[in-house]
């Protein structure tokens, strides 16, 4: 159903993205942020899920910022060490710079435009939404909110996280939700990762529900 395309940000750089177009005229825009795995292919995935209910799904590839261009890796522990390896090197700064770029191209085409970000993803949803003309912001599990916690948000946002994920403390959950009370905020019994059927983690669920939930806000929020 997609295709892959090059984007500039404002800095000049050049980078990939993978654009699911949907077959009748966009409802609207929703940019898909990657998990620290690249544009794979279950963000692909994601991306034609998004196209086959009306909308244009864009997913910018972060990792085009470094030497490991077109990243697109699995879920073994080797492939979870050279993820966390490359994330570490960005800026949040950055990412909002290709983010932005491809806000700007929806914005061209006359789309309002929502975020959805997945794990290290779903912190630069957050962001997005509190950075960038977006009018919603759906955040899965993104485990480095709480440095940002007191960003106020432009948009209505909605989060998910699980409530066995080790790296997000219910603590951090709660915290969060009282940062941003008009927030909606859900907790699922699930393991992080639980939105993605290529993991051990994926509970199917939890996946359906949080995206039953996302899925209202976009019709509500972006058309």
Same mark, same amino acid.
């Given at each position: 159903m997609?295709? #892959?395309i090059n984007l500039t940000a404002e800095d000049g750089h050049s980078f990939g993205a993978y654009r699911a177009d949907p077959s009748a005229v966009a409802r609207g825009? =929703?940019?898909?942020i990657q998990e620290i795995f690249g544009v794979n292919d279950h963000i692909r995935e994601v991306c034609d899920g998004f196209a086959a209910d009306g909308y244009l799904a864009i997913a910018p590839a972060l990792y085009d910022r470094t030497d490991n261009k077109n990243c697109q890796l699995g879920y073994t522990p080797d492939d979870i060490a050279v993820g966390r390896d490359l994330k570490d090197v960005f800026s949040w700064d950055l990412c909002m710079l290709d983010v932005k770029?491809?806000?700007d191209v929806?914005?061209?085409?006359?789309?309002?435009i929502g975020t959805v970000?997945?794990?290290?993803?779903?912190? =630069?949803?957050?962001?997005?939404?509190?950075r960038l003309p977006v009018a919603a912001s759906v955040v899965y599990y993104g485990?480095? =909110?709480?440095?940002?916690? #007191?960003?106020?948000?432009?948009c209505p946002m909605l989060m998910h996280f699980g409530e066995h994920d080790a790296g997000i403390p219910l603590d951090d959950v709660a915290a969060i939700g009282k940062a941003h009370p008009d927030?909606?905020?859900?907790t699922y019994d699930a393991d992080h990762g639980f939105n993605c059927d290529h993991r051990g983690t994926y509970n199917e669920a939890a996946a359906v529900m949080a995206r039953q939930r996302t899925m209202e806000l976009y019709g509500q929020q972006v058309g």
């Open positions: 997609g295709m #892959n825009g =929703i940019v898909v770029a491809v806000v929806m914005t061209g085409e006359g789309l309002k970000g997945y794990c290290w993803g779903g912190t =630069i949803s957050y962001l997005a939404g509190t485990g480095q =909110i709480m440095p940002y916690v #007191n960003e106020k948000e432009g927030a909606e905020v859900h």
